[in-house]
């Protein structure tokens, strides 16, 4: 098949000649067509009786989109949409196309044919053609599946008239739920593996859930390796840290924390200055954590890694600390990460939702299907408002948490539930 191309109209011909022919005469408007006109005198001029062109245009689409849109509506213009096939092609384009009018009016349009007897004669036997083009219009047209060699695309449109469509499909092994409402869209895996697709452009996978770990106080302890640290380098400055700080700098990047312990004793240092104090306090964390290994990991935090990789869960660490990757090599438990963030791929940390955020993009997972691990009342605060579900560790106040457990051994359980919601 090939695209006759019409330079005068700038539109696609429906064959080689319909352009080259007079448009129907207006007073002859009786319809159907067929039933009130010989096919020789219909074959001389320009009128259709269903969306040919339209079809065309949706099933190979490899043209410029104004092209598209002038053929269109070119052709819209000339067509009795005689044919019960009709509607429902109109339908396709005209989703992708963005006309909510006329989707509606064709999607209604092919919907009453049997249910209102529009043509008179469905007692003589339903058009399952047209039905088959009506479940067509809902799930590629509203619901804007298309395949491609890429894979599945999800693409939807639902006219305001509409309200809400909702609907099921298999693909492959895997059965999905969509769910529109307006802008919104939701979807779901009903049963089977996770699913690759492609929603609005973005690489998605549904199905697919992702369990996102902070580092310091969840599956391992270095937060007095950080205080006394910072103490080190604050006693050089003349000054002794309170104890009171070696909860108050968890969950926040170092010079967030340097900034805390500066405005506490009223001191104030350049940026260079800073970075060298930030710095050097970095080295003594690093010469303390140097001897770290599994060993040093919390009770039952390699088996809840092992567990949630089993069964196929993502995994990320989402550490607002720069030494985090060496920690984990130290530990042993690199292998189990799909995603470890890196403070430096944003500009905002905890508390503001980026860094969870920024795991889930990385993850191509949506934030729903992702829930973070957090001992720090700053993590929780990032990861609800990244729009996931959160879990705090420890005894510290982490109201705004979903779950609150003791220890990450406590939390297991909690954690693989959530896997099969």
């Given at each position: 098949?090939?695209?006759?191309?019409?330079?005068?109209?700038?539109?696609?011909?429906?064959?080689?000649?319909?352009?080259?022919?007079?448009?129907?005469?207006?007073?002859?408007?009786?319809?159907?067509?067929?039933?009130?006109?010989?096919?020789?005198?219909?074959?001389?001029?320009?009128?259709?009786?269903?969306?040919?062109?339209?079809?065309?245009?949706?099933?190979?689409p490899?043209?410029?989109?104004?092209?598209m849109?002038?053929?269109?509506?070119?052709?819209?213009?000339?067509?009795?949409?005689?044919?019960?096939?009709?509607?429902s092609?109109?339908?396709?384009?005209?989703?992708?196309?963005?006309?909510?009018?006329?989707?509606?009016?064709?999607?209604?349009?092919?919907?009453?044919?049997?249910?209102?007897?529009?043509?008179?004669?469905t007692?003589?036997?339903?058009?399952?053609?047209?039905?088959?083009g009506?479940?067509?219009?809902?799930?590629?047209?509203?619901?804007?599946?298309?395949?491609?060699?890429?894979?599945?695309?999800i693409?939807?449109?639902?006219?305001?008239?509409?309200?809400?469509?909702?609907?099921?499909?298999?693909?492959y092994?895997?059965?999905?739920?969509?769910?529109?409402?307006?802008?919104?869209?939701?979807?779901?895996?009903?049963?089977?593996?996770?699913?690759?697709?492609?929603?609005?452009?973005?690489?998605?996978?549904?199905?697919?859930?992702?369990?996102?770990?902070?580092?310091?106080?969840?599956?391992?302890?270095?937060?007095?390796?950080?205080?006394?640290?910072?103490?080190?380098?604050?006693?050089?400055?003349?000054?002794?840290?309170?104890?009171?700080?070696?909860?108050?700098?968890?969950?926040?990047?170092?010079?967030?924390?340097?900034?805390?312990?500066?405005?506490?004793?009223?001191?104030?240092?350049?940026?260079e200055?800073?970075?060298?104090?930030?710095?050097?306090?970095?080295n003594?964390?690093?010469?303390?954590?140097?001897?770290?290994?599994?060993?040093?990991?919390?009770?039952?935090?390699?088996?809840?890694?092992?567990?949630?990789?089993?069964?196929?869960?993502?995994?990320?660490?989402?550490?607002?600390?720069?030494?985090?990757?060496?920690?984990?090599?130290?530990?042993?438990?690199?292998?189990?990460?799909?995603?470890?963030?890196?403070?430096?791929?944003?500009?905002?940390?905890?508390?503001?939702?980026?860094?969870?955020?920024k795991?889930?993009?990385?993850?191509?997972?949506?934030?729903?299907?992702?829930?973070?691990?957090?001992?720090?009342?700053?993590?929780?605060?990032?990861?609800?408002?990244?729009?996931?579900?959160?879990?705090?560790?420890?005894?510290?106040?982490?109201?705004?948490?979903?779950?609150?457990?003791?220890?990450?051994?406590?939390?297991?359980?909690?954690?693989?539930?959530?896997?099969?919601?």
């Open positions: 098949m090939v695209y006759v191309y019409d330079e005068e109209r700038g539109i696609l011909g429906q064959d080689a000649s319909f352009l080259s022919k007079s448009l129907w005469p207006e007073e002859n408007d009786k319809r159907p067509l067929l039933l009130h006109y010989h096919p020789l005198t219909i074959y001389r001029y320009q009128i259709l009786k269903q969306a040919d062109t339209a079809l065309a245009l949706y099933l190979v490899d043209v410029d989109e104004e092209v849109r002038r053929s269109f509506y070119y052709y819209e213009k000339i067509n009795t949409h005689d044919s019960t096939l009709s509607p092609a109109t339908v396709l384009l005209a989703c992708r196309l963005r006309d909510a009018d006329l989707a509606y009016k064709y999607f209604i349009e092919g919907a009453y044919i049997d249910l209102k007897d529009r043509s008179k004669n007692a003589n036997g339903l058009h399952m053609a047209n039905i088959g009506t479940l067509l219009a809902v799930l590629s047209g509203f619901g804007g599946i298309n395949i491609n060699e890429f894979g599945l695309h693409d939807p449109f639902v006219p305001g008239q509409f309200g809400r469509i909702r609907f099921r499909f298999t693909w092994d895997s059965v999905l739920e969509v769910f529109l409402a307006d802008n919104d869209i939701d979807i779901k895996r009903v049963s089977g593996p996770p699913v690759e697709l492609v929603l609005r452009g973005e690489n998605i996978i549904v199905g697919q859930k992702a369990v996102l770990f902070d580092l310091d106080g969840v599956l391992t302890g270095t937060s007095d390796n950080h205080y006394q640290g910072w103490k080190r380098m604050t006693k050089e400055l003349g000054y002794d840290l309170p104890e009171e700080f070696r909860g108050r700098l968890r969950g926040i990047s170092r010079p967030a924390a340097l900034q805390e312990i500066l405005d506490y004793f009223g001191l104030e240092y350049s940026e200055e800073k970075q060298e104090l930030a710095n050097r306090k970095n003594y964390y690093i010469e303390s954590i140097s001897a770290f290994t599994s060993a040093n990991l919390y009770p039952g935090a390699l088996e809840i890694l092992t567990a949630l990789r089993d069964r196929g869960a993502k995994i990320g660490l989402v550490s607002a600390s720069r030494n985090a990757a060496q920690l984990i090599d130290s530990l042993g438990i690199r292998e189990y990460f799909d995603y470890i963030f890196d403070p430096a791929e944003t500009l905002r940390g905890k508390p503001y939702p980026d860094p969870f955020l795991a889930a993009e990385m993850l191509s997972l949506s934030p729903g299907d992702c829930l973070g691990v957090e001992d720090a009342k700053a993590g929780i605060q990032s990861i609800k408002s990244a729009g996931m579900t959160a879990v705090g560790i420890g005894k510290d106040d982490l109201s705004g948490a979903d779950a609150v457990f003791d220890t990450i051994k406590d939390a297991s359980s909690y954690l693989l539930d959530w896997l099969e919601v």
